[in-house]
């Protein structure tokens, strides 16, 4: 009997399966070869996009390397507009990249530089990074107020932005930002005693004295408060005076002396001003004498003028006077300095600005930016506005930044009242005074409210010639585009 052929089957499946399995590991082989080829691929783009990042990285550092050296330089050394393209290597020396630059100058009266920088590999020019960032170099503006002398903030007074002192502070208001002295510890000249610390309060319950642990009091200083600090320096600004008539007498505005008391500025919002000539100074009321012996003491206050004409703000921005000023008036998206000053330098002769009517501004966020820069005091005269305002960053270089003391009636005398005593003062800008600040006395004559609000656009967006505080460009932003 024949039996069936069961070897010829088997082989045929065995074969079957052979295939199969040949198939599937074949399928599963190719399968691995690509996931590793792509992941070969990944490792690659990631190191070249690793690498497009530190050639972009470098483009951003070399321009700040660049600007240490040539600070108003913004085409590269190049006088020609960009891109500006660099070539990235290692220590070897062997090019393994390039970086692209697009800057942009700063807008008139900032130093904030724009930097674009576009970095790519040399081993894939389909990859690239860019990062953008900005460089500034920081004004004085840095500090709401920032004083060469001892200084007080008295009941009544709020502060938002930074307060300094070279020899100490004494806050009985209100600081919404942080305080700083120079000194560790004080004589306070407006409270016997001993030694205080460098930023103190005697809005109840009163500071304790030195070693004593530093109370919080965020009720007075709701930032805190740092002392000592390193000091600030006022010697330069008086340099800075002198550059800043040098420039307004060959593209600014220049006037020499009056010949008389001084000057009257007053500012328009059509990019003019109205020059007077002070013809006559206002005579102190009978009885009304400096009681305290202050320097230069006066009302300050204009009687008579004569009005020399009206003028275009100059381009440079730069108003200088050889003589005592008086400023008031709005301007609408100007950027001026007006300055004081007495060459050669005396001081028994320092020009001064005063202010007594509203300065004003029409535009709160940088467009508009003013500064007075006074040789001597920057002060609000007798006969000021009851509510002052004044939209500037103030400097007194020598002097002092506040009001005279005018006493006020006493029995049958009207002595300086009814001016001894005014309302309300709000500065909105910065103050910068060498001498002790203050438009109030403890006897309640002057400003029974004092605000003073810090313009943060001042610090990189300056007036026109304003002193800065560095030589150097310091990074402000960063971000990575793409």
């Not at 209100?174 to 407006?190: E, G, I, R």
């Amino acid at each position: 009997m024949t039996q069936p052929h069961h070897t010829t089957r088997e082989s045929g499946q065995l074969s079957m399966y052979v295939l199969v399995f040949s198939a599937v590991s074949l399928i599963m082989l190719s399968a691995f070869v690509l996931w590793a080829d792509a992941n070969i691929k990944a490792v690659f783009r990631d190191t070249d996009r690793a690498q497009a990042f530190m050639s972009a990285e470098a483009g951003i550092e070399y321009y700040r390397w660049h600007l240490a050296h040539a600070k108003t330089d913004y085409k590269d050394g190049t006088g020609q507009p960009g891109p500006y393209i660099h070539t990235f290597a290692d220590k070897d020396g062997n090019e393994v990249g390039s970086f692209s630059l697009e800057i942009a100058a700063p807008p008139v009266g900032s130093t904030v530089v724009g930097i674009t920088s576009t970095g790519t590999v040399a081993a894939n020019s389909t990859i690239s990074k860019i990062i953008e960032a900005k460089m500034a170099i920081p004004s004085f503006a840095k500090y709401s107020a920032v004083i060469g002398d001892y200084v007080r903030f008295g009941a009544g007074t709020e502060i938002y932005g930074p307060i300094h002192s070279n020899l100490g502070v004494r806050v009985d208001g209100v600081a919404h930002n942080l305080v700083t002295s120079s000194v560790a510890k004080f004589n306070d000249p407006d409270h016997s005693g001993g030694d205080e610390f460098g930023v103190h309060t005697h809005t109840a319950p009163v500071d304790p004295y030195p070693p004593s642990p530093v109370p919080i009091r965020s009720d007075v200083f709701m930032a805190g408060r740092q002392f000592p600090v390193a000091p600030i320096d006022f010697v330069g600004l008086t340099q800075d005076l002198a550059n800043i008539k040098t420039d307004a007498q060959s593209a600014g505005f220049y006037r020499a002396s009056s010949g008389a008391s001084g000057y009257h500025v007053v500012l328009k919002t059509n990019d003019t001003f109205d020059l007077y000539k002070v013809t006559k100074v206002l005579r102190a009321p009978n009885g009304c004498v400096s009681v305290l012996g202050q320097k230069d003491w006066g009302t300050w206050t204009v009687e008579t003028q004569t009005l020399l004409g009206n003028y275009a703000f100059p381009s440079n921005g730069l108003l200088f006077f050889e003589d005592s000023v008086w400023v008031d008036g709005t301007i609408n998206t100007a950027r001026l300095s007006i300055a004081a000053g007495i060459f050669p330098e005396n001081s028994a002769h320092y020009a001064h600005i005063t202010v007594n009517n509203d300065l004003r501004y029409t535009n709160y966020d940088g467009q508009d930016i003013l500064s007075l820069i006074a040789q001597g005091n920057v002060s609000a005269g007798l006969q000021s506005e009851t509510d002052l305002r004044i939209d500037a960053a103030l400097v007194a270089q020598n002097g002092r930044i506040g009001r005279y003391y005018y006493q006020g009636p006493s029995g049958n005398q009207n002595r300086c009242g009814p001016y001894h005593v005014r309302q309300t003062i709000t500065l909105y800008g910065m103050m910068a005074s060498r001498e002790r600040y203050g438009f109030a006395y403890t006897d309640g004559t002057g400003y029974q409210n004092r605000i003073i609000i810090y313009d943060a656009n001042l610090l990189y967006g300056p007036p026109p010639s304003f002193p800065l505080t560095a030589d150097y460009y310091t990074p402000i932003y960063w971000n990575e585009k793409k």
